[in-house]
Protein backbone atom coordinates (compact mmCIF):
# COMPACT_ATOMS: atom_id res chain seq x y z
CA UNK A 1 0.00 0.00 0.00
CA UNK A 2 1.56 3.27 -0.92
CA UNK A 3 2.50 5.68 2.02
CA UNK A 4 1.94 9.36 0.93
CA UNK A 5 3.82 11.76 2.94
CA UNK A 6 1.28 14.89 2.12
CA UNK A 7 -1.50 14.49 -0.10
CA UNK A 8 -2.06 17.24 -2.45
CA UNK A 9 -0.06 16.81 -5.52
CA UNK A 10 -0.41 19.45 -8.68
CA UNK A 11 0.54 17.22 -11.73
CA UNK A 12 3.46 18.08 -14.18
CA UNK A 13 3.72 16.02 -16.75
CA UNK A 14 6.64 15.48 -18.51
CA UNK A 15 7.20 13.94 -21.90
CA UNK A 16 10.36 11.47 -21.67
CA UNK A 17 12.50 10.30 -24.55
CA UNK A 18 11.93 6.74 -24.64
CA UNK A 19 15.79 5.92 -25.49
CA UNK A 20 18.52 7.87 -24.28
CA UNK A 21 22.33 7.98 -25.74
CA UNK A 22 23.50 5.86 -22.68
CA UNK A 23 20.73 4.22 -21.44
CA UNK A 24 18.83 2.52 -24.07
CA UNK A 25 16.15 -0.01 -22.46
CA UNK A 26 16.44 -3.73 -22.87
CA UNK A 27 15.10 -5.32 -26.08
CA UNK A 28 11.53 -5.70 -25.54
CA UNK A 29 11.13 -3.33 -23.06
CA UNK A 30 8.33 -0.78 -23.36
CA UNK A 31 8.52 1.19 -19.69
CA UNK A 32 7.91 4.94 -19.79
CA UNK A 33 7.97 7.19 -17.02
CA UNK A 34 6.47 10.54 -16.40
CA UNK A 35 7.08 12.69 -13.21
CA UNK A 36 4.37 14.00 -11.58
CA UNK A 37 5.43 17.27 -9.16
CA UNK A 38 4.67 17.22 -5.63
CA UNK A 39 2.51 20.31 -4.19
CA UNK A 40 5.33 22.27 -2.38
CA UNK A 41 3.21 21.24 0.51
CA UNK A 42 6.05 17.77 0.19
CA UNK A 43 8.83 19.81 1.38
CA UNK A 44 10.65 18.23 4.27
CA UNK A 45 9.05 18.64 8.10
CA UNK A 46 11.36 19.60 11.10
CA UNK A 47 12.80 16.42 12.82
CA UNK A 48 10.50 14.88 15.32
CA UNK A 49 9.17 11.73 15.74
CA UNK A 50 8.37 8.86 12.92
CA UNK A 51 5.97 6.16 12.40
CA UNK A 52 8.05 3.48 10.09
CA UNK A 53 6.79 2.65 6.83
CA UNK A 54 5.49 -0.33 5.24
CA UNK A 55 4.91 -1.94 1.76
CA UNK A 56 4.65 -4.91 0.30
CA UNK A 57 6.71 -4.58 -2.94
CA UNK A 58 9.05 -2.32 -3.64
CA UNK A 59 10.29 0.54 -0.82
CA UNK A 60 13.10 3.85 -1.08
CA UNK A 61 14.30 5.64 2.05
CA UNK A 62 16.10 8.83 1.51
CA UNK A 63 17.31 12.11 3.38
CA UNK A 64 14.25 14.61 2.23
CA UNK A 65 10.72 13.71 1.07
CA UNK A 66 11.38 15.19 -2.08
CA UNK A 67 14.01 12.74 -3.28
CA UNK A 68 12.25 9.98 -1.93
CA UNK A 69 9.19 10.96 -4.08
CA UNK A 70 11.50 10.89 -6.78
CA UNK A 71 12.38 7.61 -6.37
CA UNK A 72 9.29 6.09 -5.13
CA UNK A 73 7.73 7.16 -8.69
CA UNK A 74 10.71 5.45 -10.97
CA UNK A 75 9.86 2.46 -8.43
CA UNK A 76 6.01 2.31 -9.47
CA UNK A 77 6.58 3.02 -13.39
CA UNK A 78 8.86 -0.41 -13.20
CA UNK A 79 12.65 1.41 -12.59
CA UNK A 80 15.45 -0.79 -10.97
CA UNK A 81 16.58 0.60 -7.76
CA UNK A 82 19.78 1.84 -9.44
CA UNK A 83 17.49 3.86 -11.88
CA UNK A 84 15.71 4.91 -8.55
CA UNK A 85 19.28 5.82 -6.50
CA UNK A 86 20.47 7.74 -9.43
CA UNK A 87 16.90 9.64 -9.74
CA UNK A 88 16.97 10.33 -5.78
CA UNK A 89 20.84 11.56 -5.73
CA UNK A 90 20.24 14.00 -8.45
CA UNK A 91 17.15 15.57 -6.39
CA UNK A 92 19.18 15.11 -3.39
CA UNK A 93 22.07 17.52 -4.95
CA UNK A 94 19.11 20.04 -5.97
CA UNK A 95 17.08 20.34 -2.64
CA UNK A 96 19.82 18.89 -0.34
CA UNK A 97 23.15 20.56 -1.51
CA UNK A 98 25.12 21.32 1.50
CA UNK A 99 25.50 17.10 1.93
CA UNK A 100 25.64 15.65 -1.79
CA UNK A 101 25.32 16.30 -5.20
CA UNK A 102 26.97 16.29 -8.84
CA UNK A 103 30.46 17.29 -7.33
CA UNK A 104 31.12 14.66 -4.84
CA UNK A 105 31.45 10.81 -4.50
CA UNK A 106 29.61 7.89 -3.53
CA UNK A 107 29.84 3.35 -2.44
CA UNK A 108 27.27 1.67 -4.19
CA UNK A 109 26.32 -1.46 -2.83
CA UNK A 110 23.87 -3.31 -4.92
CA UNK A 111 22.37 -7.05 -5.07
CA UNK A 112 20.53 -8.45 -7.64
CA UNK A 113 19.35 -12.07 -6.10
CA UNK A 114 22.66 -13.50 -7.26
CA UNK A 115 25.53 -11.18 -7.87
CA UNK A 116 27.32 -8.56 -4.79
CA UNK A 117 28.01 -5.60 -6.46
CA UNK A 118 30.73 -2.85 -4.35
CA UNK A 119 31.10 0.02 -6.81
CA UNK A 120 33.20 3.00 -5.61
CA UNK A 121 33.08 6.59 -7.32
CA UNK A 122 34.98 8.08 -4.09
CA UNK A 123 37.15 11.36 -4.84
CA UNK A 124 41.03 11.29 -6.24
CA UNK A 125 43.15 13.59 -5.30
CA UNK A 126 44.30 15.50 -8.69
CA UNK A 127 47.83 14.51 -10.42
CA UNK A 128 49.30 17.60 -9.51
CA UNK A 129 48.50 16.59 -5.99
CA UNK A 130 51.37 15.57 -3.31
CA UNK A 131 52.04 14.68 0.30
CA UNK A 132 52.77 18.70 1.09
CA UNK A 133 49.22 19.40 -0.27
CA UNK A 134 48.08 20.95 3.42
CA UNK A 135 51.67 22.50 4.49
CA UNK A 136 52.45 25.59 5.28
CA UNK A 137 56.24 27.30 4.48
CA UNK A 138 56.93 26.56 8.31
CA UNK A 139 56.20 22.43 7.35
CA UNK A 140 53.02 22.65 9.92
CA UNK A 141 49.53 22.42 8.39
CA UNK A 142 47.17 24.74 7.38
CA UNK A 143 44.11 25.35 9.65
CA UNK A 144 41.97 22.47 9.27
CA UNK A 145 38.89 25.33 8.64
CA UNK A 146 41.69 27.38 6.34
CA UNK A 147 42.25 23.90 3.85
CA UNK A 148 38.93 23.15 3.57
CA UNK A 149 37.25 26.47 2.48
CA UNK A 150 38.26 27.51 -1.50
CA UNK A 151 39.62 25.50 -4.40
CA UNK A 152 42.97 23.22 -2.36
CA UNK A 153 40.58 20.96 -0.83
CA UNK A 154 38.54 19.88 -3.71
CA UNK A 155 38.92 16.37 -5.26
CA UNK A 156 37.90 14.93 -8.76
CA UNK A 157 34.22 13.72 -8.15
CA UNK A 158 33.49 10.73 -8.80
CA UNK A 159 29.25 10.13 -8.25
CA UNK A 160 27.92 10.84 -11.78
CA UNK A 161 30.81 8.40 -13.63
CA UNK A 162 29.75 5.10 -10.79
CA UNK A 163 26.14 5.78 -11.25
CA UNK A 164 26.40 5.86 -15.29
CA UNK A 165 28.18 2.76 -14.60
CA UNK A 166 25.91 1.35 -12.63
CA UNK A 167 23.10 2.17 -14.90
CA UNK A 168 24.75 0.28 -17.91
CA UNK A 169 24.19 -2.75 -16.34
CA UNK A 170 21.18 -2.12 -14.07
CA UNK A 171 19.38 0.42 -15.50
CA UNK A 172 15.63 -0.12 -16.75
CA UNK A 173 14.50 3.07 -17.70
CA UNK A 174 16.22 5.06 -20.11
CA UNK A 175 18.99 7.51 -18.52
CA UNK A 176 17.23 10.63 -19.93
CA UNK A 177 14.29 10.04 -17.52
CA UNK A 178 16.15 9.49 -14.02
CA UNK A 179 16.93 13.29 -14.60
CA UNK A 180 13.55 14.44 -14.94
CA UNK A 181 12.57 15.25 -11.77
CA UNK A 182 15.32 17.20 -10.88
CA UNK A 183 15.07 19.01 -13.92
CA UNK A 184 11.13 19.93 -13.50
CA UNK A 185 12.20 20.63 -9.06
CA UNK A 186 15.43 23.19 -10.49
CA UNK A 187 13.05 24.25 -13.28
CA UNK A 188 9.67 25.15 -11.27
CA UNK A 189 11.55 25.46 -8.12
CA UNK A 190 11.38 23.77 -4.70
CA UNK A 191 10.40 25.03 -0.86
CA UNK A 192 13.21 25.70 1.11
CA UNK A 193 13.36 23.18 4.26
CA UNK A 194 13.89 23.83 7.59
CA UNK A 195 16.70 21.96 8.08
CA UNK A 196 18.39 23.88 4.71
CA UNK A 197 17.18 26.75 6.12
CA UNK A 198 19.04 26.59 9.44
CA UNK A 199 22.62 25.50 7.81
CA UNK A 200 22.48 28.64 5.59
CA UNK A 201 21.66 30.53 8.65
CA UNK A 202 24.56 29.32 10.85
CA UNK A 203 27.12 28.84 7.95
CA UNK A 204 29.62 31.53 7.57
CA UNK A 205 31.90 31.12 4.52
CA UNK A 206 29.35 29.85 2.09
CA UNK A 207 28.06 33.93 2.05
CA UNK A 208 31.38 34.46 0.68
CA UNK A 209 31.66 32.72 -2.56
CA UNK A 210 29.66 34.91 -5.94
CA UNK A 211 27.61 32.45 -6.87
CA UNK A 212 26.12 31.58 -3.54
CA UNK A 213 25.39 34.29 -1.76
CA UNK A 214 23.03 35.76 -4.40
CA UNK A 215 21.13 32.49 -4.52
CA UNK A 216 21.11 31.16 -1.15
CA UNK A 217 20.72 34.89 0.90
CA UNK A 218 18.82 37.84 1.01
CA UNK A 219 20.34 41.10 -0.33
CA UNK A 220 20.84 41.73 3.45
CA UNK A 221 22.74 38.96 4.14
CA UNK A 222 19.61 36.65 5.61
CA UNK A 223 19.15 33.37 4.38
CA UNK A 224 16.50 32.42 1.85
CA UNK A 225 13.09 31.55 4.66
CA UNK A 226 11.53 28.63 4.87
CA UNK A 227 9.38 27.88 2.50
CA UNK A 228 10.80 30.41 -0.31
CA UNK A 229 10.38 28.83 -3.82
CA UNK A 230 14.16 28.23 -4.78
CA UNK A 231 14.98 27.80 -8.71
CA UNK A 232 18.38 26.85 -9.70
CA UNK A 233 18.38 27.45 -13.37
CA UNK A 234 21.85 26.91 -14.35
CA UNK A 235 21.82 23.39 -12.34
CA UNK A 236 18.52 22.54 -14.92
CA UNK A 237 20.72 23.38 -17.67
CA UNK A 238 23.77 20.88 -16.67
CA UNK A 239 21.72 18.07 -15.87
CA UNK A 240 19.94 18.28 -18.73
CA UNK A 241 23.46 17.90 -20.85
CA UNK A 242 24.34 15.22 -18.24
CA UNK A 243 20.68 13.33 -19.38
CA UNK A 244 21.33 14.33 -23.57
CA UNK A 245 25.00 13.28 -23.49
CA UNK A 246 25.78 11.05 -20.55
CA UNK A 247 28.24 11.73 -17.99
CA UNK A 248 30.96 13.00 -20.54
CA UNK A 249 28.49 16.01 -20.17
CA UNK A 250 29.97 16.96 -16.78
CA UNK A 251 33.14 15.34 -16.98
CA UNK A 252 35.01 17.23 -19.82
CA UNK A 253 33.71 20.62 -21.84
CA UNK A 254 32.28 23.67 -20.66
CA UNK A 255 31.38 22.07 -17.12
CA UNK A 256 34.88 20.84 -16.55
CA UNK A 257 35.91 24.09 -17.82
CA UNK A 258 34.03 25.89 -14.80
CA UNK A 259 34.86 23.53 -11.90
CA UNK A 260 38.53 23.98 -13.30
CA UNK A 261 37.94 27.81 -13.58
CA UNK A 262 36.79 27.85 -10.05
CA UNK A 263 39.05 25.64 -8.06
CA UNK A 264 42.42 27.28 -9.56
CA UNK A 265 41.28 30.83 -9.77
CA UNK A 266 40.14 30.70 -5.71
CA UNK A 267 41.24 34.04 -4.35
CA UNK A 268 43.03 32.50 -1.23
CA UNK A 269 43.55 29.19 -1.08
CA UNK A 270 44.20 28.12 -5.21
CA UNK A 271 43.50 24.49 -5.98
CA UNK A 272 45.21 21.74 -8.22
CA UNK A 273 42.49 20.29 -10.01
CA UNK A 274 42.57 20.18 -13.83
CA UNK A 275 40.32 18.98 -16.94
CA UNK A 276 42.87 16.16 -17.31
CA UNK A 277 41.86 14.90 -13.94
CA UNK A 278 38.03 15.30 -14.88
CA UNK A 279 38.24 14.03 -18.34
CA UNK A 280 40.55 10.58 -17.03
CA UNK A 281 38.67 9.63 -13.58
CA UNK A 282 37.12 5.95 -13.08
CA UNK A 283 35.09 4.59 -10.93
CA UNK A 284 36.35 1.23 -9.76
CA UNK A 285 34.61 -2.11 -8.82
CA UNK A 286 35.84 -3.57 -5.38
CA UNK A 287 34.81 -6.98 -3.92
CA UNK A 288 32.59 -6.53 -1.31
CA UNK A 289 33.67 -7.45 2.50
CA UNK A 290 31.16 -9.84 3.71
CA UNK A 291 31.68 -11.05 7.52
CA UNK A 292 29.91 -13.71 9.65
CA UNK A 293 28.08 -11.97 12.53
CA UNK A 294 26.44 -14.14 15.31
CA UNK A 295 24.91 -17.25 14.22
CA UNK A 296 22.83 -16.13 11.06
CA UNK A 297 23.66 -12.76 9.82
CA UNK A 298 26.27 -12.03 7.03
CA UNK A 299 27.42 -8.62 7.04
CA UNK A 300 28.57 -6.85 3.79
CA UNK A 301 30.02 -3.27 3.03
CA UNK A 302 32.96 -1.71 1.50
CA UNK A 303 36.37 -2.68 1.86
CA UNK A 304 39.07 -0.17 2.02
CA UNK A 305 39.34 3.04 1.37
CA UNK A 306 36.41 3.19 3.58
CA UNK A 307 36.87 2.16 6.62
CA UNK A 308 33.68 1.50 7.52
CA UNK A 309 32.82 -2.10 7.71
CA UNK A 310 36.14 -3.22 8.86
CA UNK A 311 35.63 -0.82 12.15
CA UNK A 312 31.75 -1.65 12.20
CA UNK A 313 33.05 -5.49 12.06
CA UNK A 314 35.96 -5.11 14.82
CA UNK A 315 33.22 -3.48 17.12
CA UNK A 316 31.04 -6.10 16.70
CA UNK A 317 33.47 -9.29 16.69
CA UNK A 318 35.23 -7.65 19.79
CA UNK A 319 31.85 -7.71 21.66
CA UNK A 320 31.19 -11.21 20.73
CA UNK A 321 34.28 -11.89 22.94
CA UNK A 322 33.21 -9.81 25.72
CA UNK A 323 30.91 -11.06 28.65
CA UNK A 324 27.20 -11.25 28.14
CA UNK A 325 25.08 -8.69 29.71
CA UNK A 326 21.67 -9.22 30.29
CA UNK A 327 19.92 -6.33 30.19
CA UNK A 328 22.17 -4.22 27.82
CA UNK A 329 18.61 -1.90 27.78
CA UNK A 330 17.62 0.03 30.46
CA UNK A 331 14.37 2.10 30.37
CA UNK A 332 14.35 1.72 26.46
CA UNK A 333 17.95 3.03 26.91
CA UNK A 334 21.51 1.39 26.69
CA UNK A 335 22.76 0.91 30.03
CA UNK A 336 26.12 2.32 31.05
CA UNK A 337 27.89 -1.24 31.19
CA UNK A 338 26.71 -1.94 28.26
CA UNK A 339 27.60 1.52 26.64
CA UNK A 340 31.01 0.91 28.35
CA UNK A 341 31.81 -2.22 26.80
CA UNK A 342 30.87 -0.83 23.20
CA UNK A 343 32.83 2.66 23.50
CA UNK A 344 36.02 0.12 24.81
CA UNK A 345 35.63 -1.66 21.37
CA UNK A 346 35.22 1.70 19.47
CA UNK A 347 38.38 2.79 20.83
CA UNK A 348 40.43 -0.19 19.80
CA UNK A 349 38.79 -0.68 16.50
CA UNK A 350 39.63 3.46 16.25
CA UNK A 351 43.00 2.93 16.99
CA UNK A 352 43.09 0.13 13.71
CA UNK A 353 41.38 2.55 11.67
CA UNK A 354 43.75 5.24 12.21
CA UNK A 355 47.12 2.90 11.66
CA UNK A 356 46.02 1.24 9.26
CA UNK A 357 43.06 2.16 6.72
CA UNK A 358 44.18 4.14 3.54
CA UNK A 359 43.11 3.41 -0.53
CA UNK A 360 44.33 0.03 -1.28
CA UNK A 361 46.15 0.90 -4.07
CA UNK A 362 48.60 2.77 -2.01
CA UNK A 363 48.41 1.01 1.21
CA UNK A 364 49.53 -2.78 1.62
CA UNK A 365 46.72 -4.59 4.05
CA UNK A 366 47.84 -5.60 7.57
CA UNK A 367 49.19 -9.46 6.65
CA UNK A 368 48.37 -8.70 3.47
CA UNK A 369 44.33 -9.08 3.67
CA UNK A 370 41.96 -6.75 5.35
CA UNK A 371 40.41 -9.75 7.08
CA UNK A 372 43.11 -10.02 9.26
CA UNK A 373 41.69 -7.18 11.43
CA UNK A 374 38.91 -9.40 11.62
CA UNK A 375 40.29 -12.70 12.39
CA UNK A 376 38.41 -14.45 15.29
CA UNK A 377 42.06 -14.86 17.22
CA UNK A 378 42.55 -11.06 16.15
CA UNK A 379 39.56 -10.08 17.77
CA UNK A 380 39.69 -12.15 21.37
CA UNK A 381 42.66 -10.99 21.71
CA UNK A 382 41.90 -7.16 21.40
CA UNK A 383 38.43 -7.87 23.64
CA UNK A 384 40.57 -9.16 26.35
CA UNK A 385 42.04 -5.88 26.33
CA UNK A 386 38.34 -4.74 28.26
CA UNK A 387 38.88 -4.14 31.73
CA UNK A 388 36.73 -2.45 34.43
CA UNK A 389 37.59 1.06 33.85
CA UNK A 390 38.11 3.10 30.42
CA UNK A 391 41.27 2.83 28.85
CA UNK A 392 40.27 6.31 27.24
CA UNK A 393 42.71 5.92 24.52
CA UNK A 394 43.44 2.80 22.70
CA UNK A 395 46.69 1.86 20.87
CA UNK A 396 46.35 -0.31 17.44
CA UNK A 397 47.17 -3.95 17.59
CA UNK A 398 49.30 -6.10 15.40
CA UNK A 399 47.17 -8.29 13.52
CA UNK A 400 50.12 -10.25 11.32
CA UNK A 401 53.38 -11.16 11.48
CA UNK A 402 55.31 -7.93 10.47
CA UNK A 403 54.76 -5.04 11.65
CA UNK A 404 53.47 -1.95 9.28
CA UNK A 405 55.90 0.64 9.40
CA UNK A 406 52.77 3.85 9.48
CA UNK A 407 52.26 6.68 11.78
CA UNK A 408 48.98 6.46 13.30
CA UNK A 409 46.53 9.51 11.71
CA UNK A 410 45.58 12.22 13.78
CA UNK A 411 41.50 12.75 14.24
CA UNK A 412 40.25 15.11 12.11
CA UNK A 413 37.11 16.42 11.75
CA UNK A 414 34.60 14.34 9.67
CA UNK A 415 31.22 15.75 8.24
CA UNK A 416 28.44 15.85 6.11
CA UNK A 417 26.92 13.03 3.63
CA UNK A 418 23.57 11.48 2.80
CA UNK A 419 22.16 7.43 3.02
CA UNK A 420 20.10 6.17 0.09
CA UNK A 421 18.76 2.59 1.21
CA UNK A 422 16.39 0.80 -2.02
CA UNK A 423 14.62 -2.31 -2.66
CA UNK A 424 12.65 -2.84 -6.06
CA UNK A 425 10.05 -5.06 -7.41
CA UNK A 426 12.26 -7.77 -8.74
CA UNK A 427 13.89 -8.22 -5.46
CA UNK A 428 17.17 -5.89 -6.00
CA UNK A 429 18.66 -4.47 -2.71
CA UNK A 430 20.67 -1.36 -2.65
CA UNK A 431 22.49 0.96 -0.53
CA UNK A 432 24.40 4.07 -1.52
CA UNK A 433 26.24 6.38 0.82
CA UNK A 434 26.91 9.83 -0.84
CA UNK A 435 29.02 13.06 -0.01
CA UNK A 436 30.63 16.17 -0.81
CA UNK A 437 32.87 15.74 2.85
CA UNK A 438 31.90 18.66 5.00
CA UNK A 439 28.26 20.77 5.15
CA UNK A 440 28.85 23.03 2.35
CA UNK A 441 31.70 21.52 0.95
CA UNK A 442 34.66 23.75 -0.68
CA UNK A 443 32.29 26.82 -0.04
CA UNK A 444 32.67 26.81 -3.89
CA UNK A 445 29.76 27.01 -6.12
CA UNK A 446 30.18 26.20 -10.07
CA UNK A 447 27.17 27.10 -12.32
CA UNK A 448 28.63 24.65 -15.43
CA UNK A 449 29.68 27.86 -17.22
CA UNK A 450 25.98 28.22 -18.13
CA UNK A 451 25.97 31.88 -16.42
CA UNK A 452 22.36 31.44 -15.32
CA UNK A 453 21.82 31.54 -11.22
CA UNK A 454 22.09 28.54 -8.97
CA UNK A 455 24.98 25.80 -9.82
CA UNK A 456 25.92 22.89 -7.73
CA UNK A 457 28.66 22.88 -4.51
CA UNK A 458 31.83 21.17 -4.73
CA UNK A 459 33.27 19.69 -2.80
CA UNK A 460 36.03 19.06 0.21
CA UNK A 461 37.19 15.64 -0.13
CA UNK A 462 40.63 16.12 -0.12
CA UNK A 463 40.48 16.81 3.71
CA UNK A 464 39.49 13.66 4.48
CA UNK A 465 43.37 12.92 3.79
CA UNK A 466 45.92 13.39 6.67
CA UNK A 467 46.90 16.84 7.01
CA UNK A 468 50.17 15.67 8.18
CA UNK A 469 51.80 13.81 5.84
CA UNK A 470 54.42 12.12 8.54
CA UNK A 471 55.01 11.72 12.69
CA UNK A 472 57.97 13.62 14.23
CA UNK A 473 59.72 10.18 13.52
CA UNK A 474 59.57 10.10 9.93
CA UNK A 475 56.84 7.39 9.41
CA UNK A 476 54.70 7.79 7.00
CA UNK A 477 50.73 8.34 7.37
CA UNK A 478 49.02 5.47 5.86
CA UNK A 479 46.15 8.45 4.53
CA UNK A 480 48.33 10.62 3.29
CA UNK A 481 48.03 12.93 0.24
CA UNK A 482 49.56 11.15 -2.79
CA UNK A 483 48.57 12.03 -6.26
CA UNK A 484 45.55 9.76 -7.73
CA UNK A 485 45.01 8.53 -4.38
CA UNK A 486 41.40 8.16 -2.75
CA UNK A 487 40.77 9.31 0.76
CA UNK A 488 39.82 7.41 3.52
CA UNK A 489 36.36 7.68 4.47
CA UNK A 490 33.88 6.62 7.07
CA UNK A 491 31.22 6.02 4.88
CA UNK A 492 29.72 2.81 5.48
CA UNK A 493 26.70 1.47 3.49
CA UNK A 494 25.76 -2.27 4.44
CA UNK A 495 23.60 -5.19 3.94
CA UNK A 496 22.70 -7.55 5.98
CA UNK A 497 22.02 -11.28 4.83
CA UNK A 498 20.69 -14.38 6.34
CA UNK A 499 22.62 -17.09 5.62
CA UNK A 500 19.90 -19.14 6.46
CA UNK A 501 18.18 -18.57 3.35
CA UNK A 502 21.20 -15.93 1.70
CA UNK A 503 18.26 -13.53 1.07
CA UNK A 504 18.43 -9.96 2.11
CA UNK A 505 17.27 -9.16 5.69
CA UNK A 506 18.26 -5.64 5.71
CA UNK A 507 19.46 -2.41 3.86
CA UNK A 508 20.98 0.48 5.86
CA UNK A 509 23.43 3.36 6.19
CA UNK A 510 23.96 7.15 7.48
CA UNK A 511 25.82 10.17 7.13
CA UNK A 512 27.63 11.86 9.89
CA UNK A 513 32.12 11.73 9.02
CA UNK A 514 33.55 9.50 11.24
CA UNK A 515 30.31 8.71 13.31
CA UNK A 516 28.76 6.99 10.30
CA UNK A 517 30.53 3.53 12.27
CA UNK A 518 28.67 4.33 15.60
CA UNK A 519 25.43 4.70 14.22
CA UNK A 520 25.81 2.28 11.84
CA UNK A 521 27.02 -0.50 14.30
CA UNK A 522 24.23 0.86 16.93
CA UNK A 523 21.19 -0.03 14.21
CA UNK A 524 22.80 -3.74 13.56
CA UNK A 525 22.75 -4.12 17.25
CA UNK A 526 19.62 -2.83 17.87
CA UNK A 527 17.56 -4.99 15.26
CA UNK A 528 19.57 -8.20 14.83
CA UNK A 529 20.64 -8.64 18.47
CA UNK A 530 17.90 -6.49 20.94
CA UNK A 531 14.72 -7.19 18.38
CA UNK A 532 13.71 -3.67 17.00
CA UNK A 533 12.68 -2.95 14.26
CA UNK A 534 14.35 -0.29 11.69
CA UNK A 535 12.76 2.50 12.66
CA UNK A 536 12.98 1.99 16.52
CA UNK A 537 16.79 1.22 16.44
CA UNK A 538 17.04 4.49 14.73
CA UNK A 539 15.45 6.13 16.77
CA UNK A 540 17.85 5.32 19.95
CA UNK A 541 20.04 7.65 21.56
CA UNK A 542 23.59 7.86 19.42
CA UNK A 543 26.59 6.99 21.73
CA UNK A 544 30.01 6.21 20.55
CA UNK A 545 33.78 7.11 21.02
CA UNK A 546 36.47 8.13 17.86
CA UNK A 547 39.39 6.67 20.44
CA UNK A 548 38.95 9.51 22.58
CA UNK A 549 35.90 10.89 25.06
CA UNK A 550 32.64 9.01 25.09
CA UNK A 551 30.05 10.53 23.17
CA UNK A 552 26.76 10.64 24.32
CA UNK A 553 23.81 12.65 22.55
CA UNK A 554 22.64 15.45 24.45
CA UNK A 555 19.68 15.19 26.10
CA UNK A 556 19.30 11.47 25.85
CA UNK A 557 20.64 10.18 28.62
CA UNK A 558 19.73 9.81 32.45
CA UNK A 559 22.58 11.78 34.86
CA UNK A 560 22.77 8.32 36.27
CA UNK A 561 24.22 6.63 33.36
CA UNK A 562 26.43 9.83 32.52
CA UNK A 563 27.87 9.46 36.40
CA UNK A 564 27.93 5.04 36.00
CA UNK A 565 30.22 5.86 33.58
CA UNK A 566 32.44 8.32 34.41
CA UNK A 567 32.67 6.37 37.77
CA UNK A 568 34.37 3.75 34.92
CA UNK A 569 36.86 6.19 34.04
CA UNK A 570 35.33 7.74 31.08
CA UNK A 571 35.81 11.27 29.97
CA UNK A 572 31.99 12.21 28.78
CA UNK A 573 31.09 14.29 26.45
CA UNK A 574 26.92 14.78 25.80
CA UNK A 575 26.96 16.35 22.56
CA UNK A 576 24.31 16.53 19.67
CA UNK A 577 24.99 13.42 17.19
CA UNK A 578 22.61 14.49 14.81
CA UNK A 579 22.76 10.99 12.38
CA UNK A 580 20.83 10.37 9.29
CA UNK A 581 20.81 6.68 9.11
CA UNK A 582 18.03 5.29 6.78
CA UNK A 583 17.35 1.49 6.83
CA UNK A 584 15.11 -1.08 5.05
CA UNK A 585 14.38 -4.82 6.64
CA UNK A 586 12.24 -7.74 5.15
CA UNK A 587 9.49 -8.58 6.90
CA UNK A 588 7.36 -11.62 6.57
CA UNK A 589 4.74 -8.91 4.36
CA UNK A 590 7.65 -7.35 2.16
CA UNK A 591 9.51 -4.63 3.60
CA UNK A 592 9.44 -1.73 6.62
CA UNK A 593 11.97 1.25 6.21
CA UNK A 594 12.79 3.42 8.65
CA UNK A 595 14.02 7.06 8.38
CA UNK A 596 15.99 9.25 11.11
CA UNK A 597 13.83 11.24 13.29
CA UNK A 598 16.79 13.86 14.00
CA UNK A 599 16.56 14.41 10.01
CA UNK A 600 13.78 15.63 7.71
CA UNK A 601 13.87 11.71 5.80
CA UNK A 602 10.92 9.30 4.89
CA UNK A 603 10.38 6.30 3.35
CA UNK A 604 7.91 5.54 0.37
CA UNK A 605 6.47 2.31 -1.09
CA UNK A 606 3.97 -0.12 -2.30
Partial sequence: MQMPIFHRFLILTIAVAAISACGALPSGTALRFSYAMPAQGMIAAPAGVKPGWSAARFAVAAAHPLATDAGYQILKAGGSAVDAAIAVQMVLGLVEPQSSGLAGGAFLLHWDGVKLLALDGRETAPAAADEKLFLQKDGKPMPFQQAVVGGLSVGVPGVLRMLEQAHKTYGQL????????????????FA???????????????IEDPIARPFFYRADGSAQPVGHRLKNPAMAQVLRQIAQSGADAFYRGAVARDIVRRVQGHASNPGRLSEADLATYQP??????????????RVCGFPPPSSGHLAVMQMLGILEHTPAIEQPLQQGLPGPQWLHQYTEASRLAFADRAQFVGDPAFVRAPAGDWNSLLATDYLRARAALIGATSMKQASAGNPGPVRISHAPQAEQP???????????????????TTTIEAVW?????????????GGFVLNNELTDFSMLPSDAQGRPVANRVQAGKRPRSSMSPSLVFDRRDGRVRMTVGSPGGAAIINYTAKTLIATQQWGLNAQQAIALPNFGTYNGPTL??????????VEALRQRGHI???IPLPS???????????????ADPRREGVVMGD
Avoid at 414 to 432: F, K, N, W
Fill in 284 to 297: MQREAMCTHWQQYW
Fill in 580 to 594: GLQAIERTPTGWFGG
Fill in 572 to 574: VNE
Fill in 441 to 453: GSRLMSDGGTGLA
Fill in 174 to 189: PWASLFEPAIALAEQG
Fill in 552 to 561: LEAGRFPAST
Fill in 414 to 432: EYGTSHISIVDAQGRVLAM
Fill in 192 to 206: VSPRLHTQLKEEKQL
